[in-house]
């Protein structure tokens, strides 16, 4: 895909050679951009209301990211007739709106142990009580004398 011209203000106009990240800044979403015909030490962090006249660009990172994503989550092994073990960590997904979990597994034939992200709603239908235990775990309970 060649570069798309955005204006940046009202005499320049550059040429997008990539949406790189993504990330949300008191509130507003915005997007890496690498310049053509510049380092990568120049990308610059832009509003969407920017980036209006390159929204292939943005549409095509969206789904690179969404690809990605399910990639790394995954729904674990369930399929397989595995089960989650133990939380191990937590973090938001990229869009901040739900919870991932890093789950062991216990798995069905002795095979190796395994590691792997799945999201709130699968570890909440398939195995609720590692989350309580979880969570329990973490709640400062005070000392009852």
Known sequence: MSGSPVSVSSQEEYMVEAITNKRVKNGRTE???KWQGYSDNEKTWEPIENLQSVMTYVLDFEQALKQKQ???VGEGNYDDGDSA???LQIRKDNDGQN???Q???K???NRAPKVSWINQNTLKTHNPEILIDY???KIKWPNNK
Do not use: G, T
Request: hydrophobic share 50%.
């Open 107 to 109: 798995q069905k034939n």
């Open 31 to 33: 997007y890496e951009v």
């Open 103 to 105: 789950v062991s597994w």
């Open 70 to 72: 399910a990639q790394e």
């Open 85 to 87: 073990d133990e939380i």
């Open 99 to 101: 919870l991932l979990f």
């Open 135 to 137: 969570l329990l775990k």
